[in-house]
């Protein structure tokens, strides 16, 4: 089992920038990827960006050249980096994690607000 630990969420007003933190724990090795979902009131949940072990990252369109999604492996900890945020970034944003082994998962951690107020 993995477990994921986010931090990092709040209220901001709209223009203003966040970073969000999860720390792995357990069962981390080969771990290969590693990203930020989000799901806000009424909504299905949606990929944010995700980064693979090796560095390379993808992103959802919405969130292009605003947020940054990095990796320390050493720590077994993702971030993001939110900036420009807008009022329609306001959700849940969740951690997540794959293996490239058994048991693969997904796995996800509880949970994070972020809320920007316009």
């Known amino acids: 089992q993995v477990q994921l630990v986010e931090s990092g969420g709040g209220l901001v007003q709209a223009g203003g920038s966040l970073r969000l933190s999860c720390a792995a724990s357990?069962?981390?090795?080969?771990?290969?990827?590693m990203g930020w979902y989000r799901q806000a009131p009424g909504k299905q949940r949606e990929l944010v960006a995700e980064?693979?072990?090796?560095?390379?990252?993808n992103y959802a369109d919405s969130v292009v050249d605003r947020f940054t999604i990095s990796r320390d492996n050493a720590k077994n900890t993702v971030y993001l980096q939110m900036n420009s945020l807008k009022p329609e970034d306001t959700a849940v944003y969740y951690c997540?994690?794959?293996?490239?082994?058994?048991?693969?998962?997904?796995?996800w951690g509880q949970g994070t607000q972020v809320t920007v107020s316009s």
């Open positions: 357990g069962s981390i090795f080969n771990i290969n990827v």
């Open positions: 997540n994690a794959r293996r490239s082994s058994f048991p693969r998962g997904p796995y």
């Open positions: 980064i693979t072990s090796s560095g390379s990252a």
